[in-house]
Antibody, heavy 125, light 107 residues
Framework: QVQLVESGGGVVQPGRYLRLSCAAS????????MHWVRQAPGKGLEWVAV????????YYAGSAEGRFTISRDNSKNTLYLQMNILGINDTAMYYC??????????????????WGQGTTVTVSS | EVVMTQSPATLSVSPGGRATLSCRAS??????LAWYQQKPGQAPRLLIY???TRATGIPARFSGSGSGTEFTLSIISLQSEDFAVYYC?????????FGQGTKVEVK
């Protein structure tokens, strides 16, 4: 069964840091780009970051650039999001999602077709 | 950054009716557009990619169209489970921006 399970969320004070994890199973993790998407309470979806299948390319939304780092360990089938200097506006549900699949070296995008259940991050003093 | 604008913010439709949702990009995204459905307390679900290709298991009452900067998601014969929030997302640019969402509610 194809599955993504996030963990690592919690309550953290402003200015502190947190690392989220996303454990993948049921598919060849190393063939897929992976994304983080967040959703503040009562708000819409905000794309946060993407990492290529081999970790060689990473891109961030402006709100994450310079503070967040996306990474992956293909030997552990796990995606990470290191979040530093957290602010109140970072309070959200954080989802990991599966992106483009690489076939013979060429990425094929079919949307974010698998999502985790999310992990909640609350930044509060 | 490509800005995605969805309209309307809320759409009131009777069960069995038709819903037409719009999504506009601030610059051309070709046909690199996806649609998602999200229900309260759930993760989003992929409906459409490539502007018009239904994802696996998505009923035929959902259809997508458009290219460039103007896109439409149509839902015919609305079922009770279709009342939800719908988001578009472009993937023409590495910064994969979402629209702000359209809520489809019961009229």
């Amino acid at each position: 069964q194809v599955q993504l399970v996030e963990s690592g969320g919690g309550v953290v004070q402003p200015g502190r840091y947190l690392r989220l994890s996303c454990a993948a199973s049921g598919f060849t993790f190393s063939n897929y780009a992976m994304h983080w998407v967040r959703q503040a309470p009562g708000k819409g979806l905000e794309w946060v970051a993407v990492i290529s299948y081999d970790g060689s390319h990473r891109y961030y939304a402006g709100s994450a650039e310079g503070r967040f780092t996306i990474s992956r360990d293909n030997s552990k089938n796990t995606l990470y999001l290191q979040m530093n200097i957290l602010g109140i506006n970072d309070t959200a549900m954080y989802y990991c999602a599966r992106g483009a699949v690489v076939v013979d070296g060429t990425p094929h995008w079919h949307g974010l077709d698998v999502w985790g259940q999310g992990t909640t991050v609350t930044v509060s003093s | 950054e490509v800005v995605m604008t969805q309209s309307p913010a809320t759409l009131s439709v009777s069960p069995g009716g038709r819903a037409t949702l719009s999504c506009r990009a601030s610059q051309s995204v070709n046909n690199n557009l996806a649609w998602y459905q999200q229900k309260p307390g759930q993760a989003p679900r992929l409906l459409i990619y490539g502007a018009s290709t239904r994802a696996t298991g998505i009923p035929a009452r959902f259809s997508g169209s458009g290219s460039g900067t103007e896109f439409t998601l149509s839902i015919i014969s609305l079922q009770s489970e279709d009342f939800a929030v719908y988001y578009c997302q472009q993937y023409n640019d590495w910064l994969r921006t979402f629209g702000q969402g359209t809520k489809v509610e019961v009229k």
